[in-house]
C-alpha cells in the first residue's frame, strides 16, 4: 500500500493499543531495525486470526521485539500457548519489558539461538499456527522443519513474501534473500499437501492450511 492508504487505514481502526506504541518507539529508538515490525495493520490481523481459530499451541520464528508475538498472544484464550523463537539475545530486555507492560508473559516461552538448531528440541509439541518471520534466507528449511508439527487443518502463516516487491523485478535480483522467498512461494505453489493463497497486506502475508 502506499503511504496515503496506509495512514487513511489507520485513520479509519480502532487506535492503536499504547503498549504496541510504547513497543514501536522503543524498537525505533533501541534498534537500527524499526521497520521489521509487524505493524498496526497486520499485527490487528494476527490478533483476529487467533480469536477465530482459538489455538491451544502457537510457534513463532523470528520475535525480533516482540510486537507479533504480543499481538498473536492476545488473540489467545487463557489455555493457549506461544514458543516464540528468537537469534538475537541481546533483545531480550525490551521484549520481556513489553510482554510485561502487554500482561502477556505468562502466554509466551521465549526462546534463543537458531531457529533450525532449537526447534526441533519440540518435535514432540504439536501446533495449530506457526508464524514464519525468522532469516528470509531460511525460509524453506523453516517450513520443513516445522510441517510435520503442525496438525491438520492447523495454519503456517509466512511473512514478507512479497520482499519489497523484489520478486517481480526484471531480472530477479541475486540477493540470497529474494532468491529464497522466490523459492519458498513456488514450493507452497506446487505442494498438494497444503492450499494456500498470498494476501498483499503489508509487504505480503501467506496463509497455509495444512490438509
Same mark, same amino acid.
Given at each position: 500500500?502506499?503511504?496515503?492508504?496506509?495512514?487513511?487505514?489507520?485513520?479509519?481502526?480502532? +487506535?492503536?493499543?499504547? $503498549?504496541?506504541?510504547?513497543?514501536?518507539?522503543?524498537?525505533?529508538?533501541?534498534?537500527?531495525?524499526?521497520?521489521?515490525? #509487524?505493524?498496526?495493520? /497486520?499485527?490487528?490481523?494476527?490478533?483476529?486470526?487467533?480469536?477465530?481459530?482459538? +489455538?491451544?499451541?502457537?510457534?513463532?520464528?523470528?520475535?525480533?521485539?516482540?510486537?507479533?508475538? !504480543?499481538?498473536?498472544a492476545r488473540g489467545m484464550d487463557e489455555s493457549g500457548h506461544l514458543d516464540a523463537f528468537e537469534k538475537n539475545d541481546h533483545l531480550e530486555p525490551l521484549i520481556r519489558e513489553g510482554f510485561a507492560k502487554a500482561g $502477556?508473559?505468562?502466554?509466551? #516461552?521465549?526462546?534463543?539461538?537458531?531457529?533450525?538448531?532449537? !526447534?526441533?528440541?519440540?518435535?514432540?509439541?504439536?501446533?495449530? !499456527? %506457526?508464524? @514464519?518471520?525468522?532469516?528470509?534466507?531460511?525460509?524453506?528449511?523453516?517450513?520443513?522443519? $516445522?510441517?510435520?508439527?503442525?496438525?491438520? &487443518?492447523?495454519?503456517?502463516?509466512?511473512?514478507?513474501?512479497?520482499?519489497?516487491?523484489? %520478486?517481480?523485478?526484471?531480472? /530477479?535480483?541475486?540477493?540470497?534473500?529474494?532468491?529464497?522467498? %522466490?523459492?519458498?512461494?513456488?514450493?507452497?505453489?506446487?505442494?498438494?499437501?497444503?492450499?494456500?493463497? @498470498?494476501? +498483499?497486506?503489508?509487504? &505480503?502475508?501467506?496463509?497455509?492450511?495444512?490438509?
Amino acid at each position: 500500500m502506499n503511504s496515503l492508504i496506509d495512514q487513511y487505514v489507520l485513520d479509519n481502526i480502532n +487506535p492503536t493499543d499504547p $503498549v504496541l506504541e510504547w513497543l514501536e518507539y522503543e524498537t525505533n529508538t533501541r534498534t537500527t531495525h524499526g521497520r521489521m515490525l #509487524s505493524g498496526p495493520t /497486520l499485527g490487528r490481523l494476527l490478533t483476529t486470526f487467533v480469536q477465530m481459530l482459538r +489455538p491451544h499451541r502457537i510457534m513463532e520464528i523470528g520475535t525480533f521485539t516482540g510486537y507479533s508475538a !504480543i499481538c498473536l498472544a492476545r488473540g489467545m484464550d487463557e489455555s493457549g500457548h506461544l514458543d516464540a523463537f528468537e537469534k538475537n539475545d541481546h533483545l531480550e530486555p525490551l521484549i520481556r519489558e513489553g510482554f510485561a507492560k502487554a500482561g $502477556v508473559s505468562d502466554k509466551i #516461552s521465549l526462546h534463543f539461538g537458531n531457529a533450525l538448531e532449537t !526447534i526441533p528440541k519440540f518435535k514432540d509439541n504439536i501446533y495449530d !499456527i %506457526v508464524y @514464519i518471520d525468522g532469516n528470509k534466507r531460511e525460509y524453506c528449511r523453516y517450513y520443513e522443519t $516445522v510441517f510435520d508439527m503442525v496438525r491438520p &487443518g492447523g495454519y503456517i502463516l509466512a511473512d514478507n513474501v512479497l520482499w519489497n516487491e523484489k %520478486v517481480v523485478m526484471e531480472p /530477479l535480483p541475486k540477493d540470497a534473500q529474494t532468491q529464497e522467498i %522466490v523459492k519458498f512461494n513456488k514450493m507452497i505453489k506446487e505442494d498438494r499437501r497444503v492450499e494456500s493463497y @498470498i494476501l +498483499p497486506l503489508r509487504d &505480503g502475508l501467506t496463509v497455509i492450511r495444512i490438509l
